[in-house]
């Protein structure tokens, strides 16, 4: 492992031992900010507790859908890495998120603040908003906007698709929702950020032509409704529309050359479509055309191992990759390139990449040495 980067886990299901078992890998005088990711099955109060008591640096968390650490794919536990004193972390709590605006207005104040009069590091930001909010695409775009320059990569935080509350750490003991953490990272250290994706775009176009995005619904594509559109586009009718159709059939935003996944959570009585990030009217998009998921992560991960040769990788990855993974019988060859390529993260209710919020995508901050 980077030696400027500890890595830690524990799969115990009790809080005081998880934390114990994480804490004596990972706790040193030299450590200056922690970073983890945690099952929401704790007791979150014991938990919050027991960071408190156990780390008196930065430490910056969520619960997920998942883990991904040393093990791959980690259902339960806790997992996390430790930054030496090379890296320096300013962490600010947004909650309520309804003001974000206001609060991100004042980060990037302090931000600029802050840097003004120091030498310029390798800079990147992290961001880990509750997934339940449905304003991570505001709250993104508003950070990114206003600080400048600063590369976000972020994840959605979950409950194990219990869809009923999720949590981030606010740093001083308590888990909280309705709210988001954001740290911005400086660092000698080499970092990339990347996305990778295994969705393109298709010949199959489609126009949004009513949509509410505050709510994440599309009412109507190509003047028609929108859950009969997509179904006809894809040969199907409406009651064949599935969990497993919408996510091996998610829609494709081009920004650029860029692909951006829009996938679609399901269709209602009126027959709009509920999706998990927001898509505005007049929007052209392509029901996605799928790509070898193994051949594309592999290429991702080696084309940052051009610019870093051993990095370790903080990682946002999104369940619904997750679930297809294990629908397709990928999921450990998936877990195996993680694990071999250094990745710590989390499943996710949605990923943040610099000004976007999307699905069906990993993000990733990579460090060298």
Request: hydrophobic residues 40%.
């Amino acid at each position: 492992m980077n030696f400027q980067l500890k890595y830690a886990n524990s799969t115990s299901p009790d809080p005081v031992q998880a934390v114990a078992d994480f804490a004596s890998k990972i706790s040193h005088e030299d450590i200056n900010t922690v970073i983890f990711f945690c099952s929401p099955g704790y007791d979150l109060n014991i938990l919050g507790r027991e960071l408190k008591k156990s780390f008196s640096c930065a430490c910056i968390g969520c619960t997920t859908s998942g883990q991904i650490g040393a093990q791959g794919f980690q259902r339960t536990g806790l997992v996390g890495l430790g930054l030496n004193k090379n890296f320096s972390a300013h962490t600010f709590t947004i909650h309520p998120l309804e003001n974000y605006a206001e609060i991100a207005a004042e980060i990037a104040e302090a931000i600029h603040h802050d840097s003004k009069d120091r030498p310029a590091l390798n800079r990147f930001s992290l961001l880990l908003v509750d997934g339940l909010s449905m304003i991570e695409e505001r709250l993104v775009a508003s950070l990114y906007q206003q600080i400048g320059n600063i590369p976000i990569i972020g994840g959605s935080a979950g409950d194990d698709l219990r869809f009923e509350k999720a949590h981030v750490y606010d740093g001083d003991g308590h888990f909280i929702s309705n709210a988001a953490i954001f740290a911005v990272i400086e660092t000698k250290s080499t970092v990339v950020t990347f996305k990778v994706q295994h969705f393109n775009h298709s010949e199959i176009e489609l126009v949004i032509t009513e949509a509410d995005p505050e709510k994440r619904l599309i009412f109507e594509i190509n003047g028609e409704p929108a859950a009969l559109a997509y179904a006809e586009a894809l040969g199907l009718t409406v009651s064949e529309l599935t969990p497993t159709i919408f996510s091996s059939n998610p829609l494709v935003l081009s920004l650029g050359d860029d692909p951006y996944v829009r996938a679609i959570q399901k269709w209602n009585a009126d027959f709009s479509l509920t999706c998990y990030c927001a898509i505005e009217e007049g929007l052209i998009v392509s029901i996605a055309k799928a790509e070898d998921p193994v051949q594309t992560l592999e290429r991702a991960f080696n084309k940052v191992k051009e610019t870093l040769a051993d990095p370790v990788i903080i990682g946002c990855d999104c369940i619904l990759r997750r679930l297809q993974f294990e629908q397709e019988g990928l999921d450990q060859q998936i877990a195996n390139i993680m694990v071999k390529n250094r990745v710590v993260g989390f499943s996710t209710y949605g990923e943040q990449y610099n000004g976007l919020h999307v699905n069906h995508t990993f993000t990733g901050i990579a460090i060298g040495g």
